[in-house]
T-cell receptor, first 111, second 111 residues
Framework: NAGVTQTPKFRVLKTGQSMTLLCAQDMNHEYMYWYRQDPGMGLRLIHYSVGEGTTAKGEVPDGYNVSRLKKQNFLLGLESAAPSQTSVYFC??????????FGDGTRLSIL | TQLLEQSPQFLSIQEGENLTVYCNSSSVFSSLQWYRQEPGEGPVLLVTVVTGGEVKKLKRLTFQFGDARKDSSLHITAAQPGDTGLYLCAGDTGNTGKLIFGQGTTLQVKP
């Protein structure tokens, strides 16, 4: 039962470096989401996708880009990492009007 | 901007005590979801409430959706150490499944 798989699980970057976080789901879900979780702030939506080839901005999109070239994959990119982007990143997927299924997160530190 | 205020943010109680967590908003949600999150893992759905005034029970956990669908509560009866974790409420905006999360309640139940 893979569900939603996020890679990598941990990463340390230097300010200005770039990286891509990968999310893969094996449930054939239509919708996918990227969140960040910071202490005392719950989860905040960065970007989301309602289908292959489509993406949209969430609550906190600045500094991030996404792509959904395949239905099962949703990529989150940081072009020039900043210390403010130190966070735990969660990917989720769902069918329309159904609960979201979350991955186990990527812990990202920007030095 | 839709907000969901969750309280309290921290709760430390003895085994056997009762507790209530609240989520309040000025916005109406199409549904409200409660998640539980363990350290190092993603949130896991506990329950979804959809109808105003709805009450759902999950063993010792009782979830209620306000009549106006703007607020919700989670009541735990006779808390156990196994209930320890982070509890998150999330309101469904009804727009492509986007969720607004509360800040979370960290619950510690001492034996």
């Amino acid at each position: 039962n893979a569900g939603v798989t996020q890679t990598p699980k941990f990463r340390v970057l230097k300010t200005g470096q770039s990286m891509t976080l990968l999310c893969a789901q094996d449930m054939n879900h239509e919708y996918m989401y990227w969140y960040r979780q910071d202490p005392g702030m719950g989860l905040r939506l960065i970007h989301y996708s309602v289908g292959e080839g489509t993406t949209a901005k969430g609550e906190v999109p600045d500094g991030y880009n996404v792509s959904r070239l395949k239905k099962q994959n949703f990529l989150l990119g940081l072009e020039s990492a900043a210390p403010s982007q130190t966070s735990v990143y969660f990917c989720a997927s769902s069918e329309p009007n159904q609960p979201q299924h979350f991955g186990d997160g990527t812990r990202l530190s920007i030095l | 901007t839709q907000l969901l205020e969750q309280s309290p943010q921290f709760l430390s109680i003895q085994e056997g005590e009762n507790l209530t967590v609240y989520c309040n908003s000025s916005s109406v949600f199409s549904s409200l979801q409660w998640y539980r999150q363990e350290p190092g893992e993603g949130p896991v759905l506990l329950v979804t409430v959809v109808t105003g005034g709805e009450v759902k029970k999950l063993k010792r956990l009782t979830f209620q959706f306000g009549d106006a669908r703007k607020d919700s509560s989670l009541h735990i009866t006779a808390a156990q150490p196994g209930d320890t974790g982070l509890y998150l409420c999330a309101g469904d905006t009804g727009n492509t499944g986007k969720l607004i999360f509360g800040q979370g309640t960290t619950l510690q139940v001492k034996p």
